[in-house]
């Protein structure tokens, strides 16, 4: 197996990390928050305006919407996630991780999406 090779040649000057990785998957927290909290405002202050200033909501107000509730979900769903998805390697460097944690990953991946052998 390829338990001590790396899954991409590290920059020169640099070695693989296999059992303790620098991460930074935790960079993403701050501005995946911050967005979602100004897609609130945003959307909350555009409502009121158009209910209770305008007095007139179109099709466009509700698309908008249909639009922030999917996001809104989606992003408290992923910090349920997030956990599992730092353990399996998001935000390290692909020389940190070995050839087969790779494949492993790639696998997981794959079985999520379809290839030339489903479409008959």
């Given at each position: 197996?390829?338990?001590?090779?790396?899954?991409l040649?590290?920059?020169?000057?640099?070695?693989?990390?296999?059992?303790?990785?620098?991460?930074?998957?935790?960079?993403?927290?701050?501005?995946?928050?911050?967005?979602?909290?100004?897609?609130?405002?945003?959307?909350?202050?555009?409502?009121?305006?158009?209910?209770y200033?305008?007095?007139?909501?179109?099709?466009?107000d509700?698309?908008?919407?249909?639009?922030?509730?999917?996001?809104?979900l989606?992003?408290?769903?992923?910090?349920?996630?997030?956990?599992?998805?730092?353990?399996?390697?998001?935000?390290?460097?692909?020389?940190?991780?070995?050839?087969?944690?790779?494949i492993?990953?790639?696998?997981?991946?794959?079985s999520?999406?379809?290839?030339?052998e489903?479409?008959?």
């Amino acid at each position: 197996m390829n338990a001590t090779i790396p899954a991409l040649q590290p920059p020169t000057g640099t070695r693989s990390n296999f059992e303790n990785p620098q991460s930074r998957a935790y960079l993403t927290v701050i501005p995946c928050a911050a967005i979602v909290g100004l897609m609130i405002i945003f959307v909350f202050t555009r409502m009121y305006t158009k209910v209770y200033v305008l007095k007139s909501v179109g099709w466009d107000d509700y698309t908008c919407i249909f639009a922030a509730v999917p996001l809104f979900l989606h992003n408290t769903h992923s910090r349920k996630l997030m956990p599992r998805v730092y353990e399996l390697g998001y935000g390290v460097h692909q020389w940190d991780i070995t050839y087969d944690h790779l494949i492993s990953l790639l696998s997981k991946v794959r079985s999520f999406t379809p290839g030339p052998e489903d479409h008959d």
